[in-house]
């Protein structure tokens, strides 16, 4: 009679995330690796999420239901109000994670980004493993080395989504890896499929279009001032689309926008997309002629030009942090110096007055994305790292 075989150990993970929207890169990236691990044997996935939510109700059609433990997240000491917001639900909510991560025998915990740095600590009073996340360049000098020393006590590896971001964090690679976000759902994300049609695009123009939440740092401004350069050396060439929603506390930033567009005579020719749900993306994506990614930070990789390059959109982006590290520049799109709205402006001219050019360098960045940002290849990378903590 043959001997049977042992079953294997089951890994009891849980997944950390500060945010409960969908709209966001770090929550859909997060969301992707839980929609992942959910669905193999050998994992036991917990979720502890702050609010419901639009995460929340995409974890429970994993089957999973999350653990809502109410708390503000972390904010910077000169957003008083919300700083004090967090020291206040902090307390209570760290030790109830803790107690979480104690009672239900979790052996890794997988934290969702930096904003999560205060829980840090949970898991190793809980005895569990743990990992951070880093999907941002640090570029405050205090923030890095808070990281460093939190990661460096409680955590057993960091997984640096760029090589711009493991640069930033100032981090060894002994205590840290590159892993780079896989692309965007390919399912979702098709250029070949017919999507349903957008009301108020113009079809006879052409549509550059930039997408981001509505925040200073994502550099909508640049982006706007970009179109006033276009406008100026071929007017009614093209039409222009930000794709953001807004964002809260920062909704006089929208007002801003909407002025700089009115002082700079642009109404007729910029459109404001508010309130778009995730899937609604590819729509727009796929009656965009060329997308603009115009930040005023450094960009841990660029979430937003991994979509595009799954549409077949050429990319034109500032080259900071880790956007260089989506497409080859020359192949895929076009790479500027930062700040340089000039040169952006010259680069789409260039891609919308060469249809030729646009619809190759469209397919060559679907085919950069197939081979470098595989479901396969980051799993397998992630994989790894579970094995080895």
Known sequence: MAEKKPMPEIKRVCFFCSLSSFNT????????????????????????????????????????????????????????????????????????????????KIRIVHFSDIIDMPFYACPKLAGAK?????????ENSFGRIAFNILTFMFTSKVICISDAVQKYSGLSKKRSCVIYNPGPNPDLFDPHKKHLPISGFDSSKKLVLAIGTLL????????????????????????????????GGREEYFDKLRKLTKDLSLDSVIMFIEKTRHENIPAILSRSSVFVHLPDYQEGLGGVILEAMAMEIPVVAFDSGGAGECFTNGVSGFLVGQYDIKAAAQSVLKLI??????SLMGKNGRKELTERFSYKKHFMEIDNVYNSI
């Open 130 to 138: 743990s990992i951070a996340h880093l999907r941002h360049c640090i």
């Open 216 to 247: 200073p740092v994502k550099g909508h401004e640049n982006f706007i001032r970009m179109a006033h350069i276009i406008e100026i050396m071929h007017p009614g060439l093209c039409r222009f689309v930000i794709v953001g929603n807004k964002a």
């Open 25 to 104: 890169g770090m929550p859909v990236s997060t969301f992707k690796l839980i929609e992942h691990y959910s669905n193999r044997p050998e994992y036991k996935v917990f979720v502890i999420l702050p609010s419901e939510g639009e995460l929340a109700l995409q974890v429970r059609k994993c089957g999973i239901e999350p653990q809502i433990i109410p708390f503000h997240r972390m904010r910077s000491p000169a957003r008083f109000f919300s700083f004090v917001e967090f020291l206040i639900s902090f307390p209570v909510a760290f030790i109830k994670t803790s107690r979480f991560f104690l009672k239900n």
């Open 353 to 358: 007055e060469d249809e030729q050019l646009c």
